[in-house]
Nanobody
Framework: QVQLVESGGGLVQAGGSLRLSCAASGRTFSTYSMGWFRQAPGKTREFVAAISWSGGSTYYEDSVQGRFTISRDNAKNTLYLQMNSLKPEDTAVYYC????????????????WGQGTQVTVSS
């Protein structure tokens, strides 16, 4: 059983930064690609970023390209999302998930999900 636990969310002003973390249980973290999604109230869950098992390849949704950076530390079983130049439209619950393929930008291409962490960007 894989468990994913996100942390690092909070309230930040527009233009600010946050770094999200996702701690994974189990010994297989380093063999899977991972991703971040977000879901705003009343909207469907949308892809944010993905990273290959080695960290050598990354993939971003257009609206976050150049502002967000996905990374991982396989020795610590941890996935990260560095978010800079935050905008009010980035407000959402952010989820980390384990991918079954790479690149993977659709929810059904992920098999395990965390519980989410709230990010709120004030204007």
């Amino acid at each position: 059983q894989v468990q994913l636990v996100e942390s690092g969310g909070g309230l930040v002003q527009a233009g600010g930064s946050l770094r999200l973390s996702c701690a994974a249980s189990g010994r297989t973290f380093s063999t899977y690609s991972m991703g971040w999604f977000r879901q705003a109230p009343g909207k469907t869950r949308e892809f944010v970023a993905a990273i290959s098992w080695s960290g050598g390849s990354t993939y971003y949704e257009d609206s976050v390209q150049g502002r967000f950076t996905i990374s991982r530390d396989n020795a610590k079983n941890t996935l990260y999302l560095q978010m800079n130049s935050l905008k009010p439209e980035d407000t959402a619950v952010y989820y980390c998930a384990r991918a079954i393929k790479f690149p993977a930008g659709r929810p059904w291409e992920y098999d395990y999900w965390g519980q989410g962490t709230q990010v709120t960007v004030s204007s």
